[in-house]
């Protein structure tokens, strides 16, 4: 069994910062593309923020220059620095990832996610 788990949401003034965290657990091979997304009240999910196994970053073009994800591969770890917050930033936060579990009939790739982290911003 695999979890991610997110952290770090809360309440910030515009023009403020946050940092999320996701960790990973459970029998894990190997980990490839981590990402962020979020879904905002009545808006459909969309990609913040992506991350390979290789480093290779891309993000939304609205957070390009605001938001900086990065990951620890020994920790299962992916983060997400937010910088000059937007209350248009508001918004429950998702940790996804595509990972490779260890299993008896042998490894396979499955695409999970986390439970969500909110994270508001105030005018």
């Known amino acids: 069994q695999v979890q991610l788990v997110e952290s770090g949401g809360g309440l910030v003034q515009a023009g403020g910062s946050l940092r999320l965290s996701c960790a990973a657990s459970?029998?894990?091979?190997?980990?490839?593309?981590m990402g962020w997304y979020r879904q905002a009240p009545g808006k459909q999910r969309e990609l913040v923020a992506r991350?390979?196994?290789?480093?290779?970053?891309n993000y939304a073009d609205i957070v390009k220059g605001r938001f900086t994800i990065s990951r620890d591969n020994a920790k299962n770890t992916v983060d997400l620095q937010m910088n000059s917050l937007k209350p248009e930033d508001t918004a429950l936060y998702y940790c996804?990832?595509?990972?490779?579990?260890?299993?008896?009939?042998?490894?396979?790739?499955?695409?999970?996610w986390g439970q969500g982290t909110q994270v508001t911003v105030s005018s």
């Open positions: 459970g029998s894990i091979f190997s980990i490839n593309a």
């Open positions: 996804d990832a595509f990972i490779t579990t260890a299993q008896a009939m042998g490894p396979r790739t499955y695409h999970y």
């Open positions: 991350i390979t196994s290789g480093d290779s970053t």
